[in-house]
């Protein structure tokens, strides 16, 4: 079983830049990939990005895109979302997954792990 644990969320402001943590525990994750997602009160769940855990090939959504960057140190067994630029809209619960079939979907369903999440709020 894997356990993910995030970490890095909290009050920024407009423009501010945030690194996120997702420490994951359990089996080794060779053959995963790693998502994360945010989900904004009174919202879905929505896909930010994912890394493939291997060979860490990245898949980014349209939410975020060109503002974030998804890295993973394979020795700290972490993965980090980097996120530049905030905005008021991008307040929400982050939240990291692994899909341990590796594919990194934008599928929210397709993920077998999830963390707890961390609150990510962005003042104006």
């Known amino acids: 079983q894997v356990q993910l644990v995030e970490s890095g969320g909290g009050l920024v402001q407009v423009g501010d830049s945030l690194r996120l943590s997702c420490a994951a525990s359990?089996?080794?994750?060779?053959?995963?990939?790693m998502g994360w997602f945010r989900q904004a009160p009174g919202k879905e769940r929505e896909f930010v990005g994912a890394?493939?855990?291997?060979?860490?090939?990245?898949y980014y959504g349209h939410s975020m895109e060109g503002r974030i960057t998804i890295a993973r140190d394979i020795a700290k067994k972490t993965v980090y979302l980097q996120m530049n630029s905030l905005k008021p809209d991008d307040t929400a619960v982050y939240y990291c997954?692994?899909?341990?079939?590796?594919?990194?979907?934008?599928?929210?369903?397709?993920?077998?792990?999830w963390g707890q999440g961390t609150q990510v709020t962005v003042s104006s």
């Open positions: 997954a692994a899909d341990r079939t590796g594919r990194g979907t934008p599928w929210s369903y397709d993920y077998n792990y």
């Open positions: 890394i493939g855990w291997s060979g860490g090939g990245t």
């Open positions: 359990g089996p080794e994750l060779n053959n995963y990939a």
